[in-house]
């Protein structure tokens, strides 16, 4: 059972909106002993988990209407740039996994290489650097649109980020390939998806929104 699989299995409790969800959909807080609000993404600190949905929105109104403080039951402070933290960690993470992905042979890089990865409906994401050409990233792109079912596009990372990750000069396409590393990578991108697009807006809309067609509005599969 994948990472992904074992997760979806577990709910637990938005402290925003009372809803029950997967835990892949939430972020997990811990109460720090100085009384401050930590985030536990990873899920391994000891503690009360303090669950808010994983979005921008969720996590200032839980820090905005004293939502830990009531439910840990004692006098929390989280900081007001909580929700800044969480998508700053979700970065590093998601930057961390593909960083993985290619040690493990599992990330391809490169124009012909992804193309080709492409083709034979190997991939399970493209990732595109944000500031990357829209020539190569079109042709790609248009590719994705003919496969069943497509892959997904990244296109939140620049190109500096995506080559120190990768270990590249030069890292502008990028193709992670199916597996149990791009089921954990799933989990971190959709939900950084909840704190910024995971396509950017000036892209070229009818061409990139084709394969995220089953994504919600916030980057979840639906």
């Known amino acids: 059972m994948s990472l992904r699989e074992a997760t979806i299995d ?3 409790r938005d402290l925003v909106t009372h809803q029950v969800m997967d835990e892949s959909r939430l972020i997990r807080f811990v109460a720090a002993p100085d009384g401050s609000v930590a985030p536990d993404l990873a899920r391994k600190l000891p503690g009360r988990g303090l669950w808010v949905a994983a979005d921008r929105a969720s996590i200032e109104a839980a820090v905005k209407k004293n939502l830990f403080s009531r439910a840990a039951k004692a006098p929390l402070k989280p900081a007001p740039d ?7 960690l979700l970065v590093r993470r998601c930057l961390e996994q593909l960083g993985l992905a290619r040690r493990e042979g599992v990330l391809i890089s490169g124009f012909e290489k992804s193309l080709a990865a492409v083709r034979a409906g190997k991939a399970a994401w ?6 990357g050409s829209a020539d190569g990233r ?7 649109k003919h496969i069943a079912p497509p892959p997904k596009v990244c296109g939140v990372f620049k190109a500096d980020d995506l080559g120190l990750a990768l270990g590249l000069e030069n890292a502008i396409h990028a193709v992670l390939l199916e597996g149990g590393r791009a089921d954990r990578w799933t989990i971190e991108v959709e ?4 704190f910024r697009p995971l396509l950017p807006p000036e892209w070229d809309v009818e061409r990139a929104e084709a394969p995220n067609k089953d994504l919600d509005g916030r980057g979840f599969a639906s």
Not at 82 to 88: D, G, H, I, K, Q
Not at 138 to 144: F, N, Q, T, V
Not at 191 to 194: H, I, M, Q, S, V
């Open 138 to 144: 079109g042709k790609l792109l248009s590719l994705a």
């Open 126 to 131: 493209i990732v595109e650097a944000a500031d």
């Open 82 to 88: 909580l929700a800044e933290t969480v998508e700053n």
């Open 10 to 12: 577990r709910e637990r």
């Open 191 to 194: 939900r950084l998806a909840g």
